[in-house]
């Protein structure tokens, strides 16, 4: 019974977040990619932390040169901070960006030492690996019109597909710009990052860059928020990204995001389930955050147990059963929790309900990011099933070591 409850408790959480998800964006349709046009153009600092980035910052730094943007209101700070390649020699060959060279390869420090020589009303963070659409920064500069917006992020897309892994990332950044619009409009995003985020220069010089998570841009935007200011999205700005190419790449990425997220959810334990942020506090967080997170991993890894515990007994028998008994009894006994209960008649219609709901929040996603291609929709089912389980692995994996206490690593 007590089993029944937990199968139905999740995939109840599962539709519930769905077709929260579905309500809010279908009643926030008209305000997705409305546009604010700049009453005046202030002064701009770009900041480029560059640590090994002689590959990429010659992109990064043509694409600024591009935008569509009064050159005199534009300043471009490179800080070169400990690389052991020419990233210091290709910056030079744009002789109208500063150069600040630092010995320790960190981001956090970086971005400081930028801010004290930066001279612009507001200061844009770059990663070194960022190309800039010429209209980008006009279009995210309006939004500073309203004193409430402290911070403003964009659309970001992948810059180059290189695999399977790059074709989900595809899919999941997609998904995650409508998501960041959506929980901006209800004042809960807490990420700002370094793909040309812009920020009040008086508000970065108050609160600076940490260097005590693996996640500044999160550290950075909770702190933000808890000072009473916006942080906005402007779907109708696009940025591209470099993301990783291989899956070790990747996994490496994504438990410094991972363990980042639970850093900065102990540093900033104050937000969760106070009055003064209803929505990020009291549903973001705790119930759309850490409470998907740990279904997620217990899911996944109930699945491995039970696929586990079959190859176990199959090959335990192999030297004196016939193939297809093997088969069979391997089957036979799966934990009875996964097939039993699994076919009830209530957790076949709940659980049919969350994948649909599912499915319909990646299709309405893709609609208002104006992504329907054969190409993403093809892809969607692997996306579902063996991208998100990935991803729970990656979760787990960040768990254990942040519980662990092991070295931080960038």
Known sequence: MIEMLLLLGIAF??????????????????????????????????LIPAYNEEKSIARCLSSIMKLDYPRNKIETIVIENGSKDNTAEEVKKFKWAKLIRIPQANKAIALNHGLKIAKGEIIGIVDADTIVEKSTLKKMIGYFDDKEVGAVTNFIKIDRRHGIISRFQELEYLMSAISKKILSLLDSFYIVPGTLS????????????SSDTLTEDMDFALSLLKKNYKIVTCLDATVRTVIPKTLGAWMKQRVRWYRGY???????????????????????????????????????FLSFFNLLHSLLISLRSMNYIPLIEQ?????????????????????????????ISSLLVIFISLNFAKQIKKRNIYI???????YYTLIMINWFASLVLELARRKKKW
């Open 13 to 46: 959480l599962g539709i519930y977040l769905n077709v929260w998800f579905l309500l809010v964006a279908s009643q926030n349709k008209s305000f997705l990619y409305k546009k604010k046009v700049a009453k005046s153009f202030p002064k701009t600092s770009l």
């Open 198 to 209: 812009l920020v009040r220069k008086e508000l970065a010089d108050e609160i600076k860059f």
């Open 262 to 300: 639970f850093e900065n959810s102990i540093k900033h334990k104050d937000v969760i389930l106070s009055r003064k942020y209803i929505t990020l506090g009291w549903f973001v967080l705790p119930i759309a955050g850490y409470s998907s997170i740990g279904i997620g991993i217990y899911l996944t």
């Open 327 to 355: 088969i069979n009894l391997a089957i036979g006994n799966l934990p009875k929790f996964n097939i039993d209960l699994l076919f009830t008649p209530y957790a076949i219609v709940f659980f049919a309900i969350s994948i």
């Open 380 to 386: 969607i089912p692997f996306y579902m099933f063996v």
